[in-house]
């Protein structure tokens, strides 16, 4: 059901920089509508991790940083730490659908 | 600081209605630049935006197309909140479901999210 495609995983150890692609089309992210990242730690809700394509809210580390270009956008992840096990969604606009649609989801794991 | 918390039964029988609220504390329900969001997560379908409010002048309302009819999402300016309700609910329906703040400062993010209620539609 989801609009936005994303690698179901992705690994590294700590300390390397790992990226999650997030592809989607000429209906929402290459529209262009901005694209927004999500944290989320199993039982709990998803948390903003980056929002307008590249903007941190207050206490997420420079550690994380997104971009986005023509109909996708990535989010990478330097210094990788046991703490970034978690999975990652993507989010847009899709004006088609008049909805936000979300990415599949990728889970960090580190090695 | 801005706080979703959410209530509502955790098991609903086959076509009946169910019926969430979410409190809103830290901001308004008829603030003029947010909107109120309502997304379920399951694991068949992932995270799925359901619908929206928000006040500008007079209140607007979006759904997705997916759920037809059966969607209504309603504030109350009185108890600075707002409730959804999904009529005809099937066992397809069973997820989590989410409140979120889509804030004055970014068009269709959203930074604040209630805790979340386990739904489970089963008689």
């Known amino acids: 059901q989801s609009v936005l495609t994303q690698p179901p995983s992705v690994s590294g150890a700590p300390g390397q920089r790992v990226t999650i692609s997030c592809t989607g089309s000429?209906?929402?992210?290459?529209?262009?509508?901005?694209v927004h990242w999500y944290l989320q730690l199993p039982g709990t809700a998803p948390k903003l991790l980056i929002y307008?394509?590249?903007n941190r809210p207050s206490g997420v580390p420079d550690r994380f940083s997104g971009s986005r270009s023509g109909t996708s956008a990535s989010l990478a992840i330097t210094g990788l730490q046991a703490d970034d096990e978690a999975d990652y969604y993507c989010?847009?606009?899709?004006?088609?659908?008049?909805?936000?649609?979300f990415g599949t989801g990728t889970k960090v794991t580190v090695l | 600081q801005v706080q979703l918390q959410q209530s509502g039964p955790g098991l609903v029988k086959p076509s009946q209605t169910l019926s969430l609220t979410c409190v809103i504390s830290g901001d308004s329900v008829s603030s003029n630049s947010a909107a109120w969001n309502w997304i379920r997560q399951s694991p068949s379908r992932g995270l799925e935006w359901l619908g929206r409010t928000y006040y500008r002048s007079r209140w607007y309302y979006d759904y997705a197309v997916s759920l037809g009819s059966r969607i209504g999402i309603n504030p109350d300016t009185s108890k600075n909140q707002f409730s959804l309700q999904l009529n005809s609910v099937t066992p397809e329906d069973t997820a989590v479901y989410y409140c979120?703040?889509?804030?004055?400062?970014?068009?269709?993010?959203?930074?604040?999210w209630g805790q979340g209620t386990t739904v489970t539609v089963s008689s």
């Open positions: 979120a703040r889509d804030p004055p400062y970014c068009l269709s993010c959203l930074d604040v």
């Open positions: 000429s209906s929402n992210i290459g529209a262009p509508y901005d």
């Open positions: 989010q847009s606009y899709d004006f088609s659908l008049n909805a936000y649609v």
């Open positions: 307008v394509n590249n």
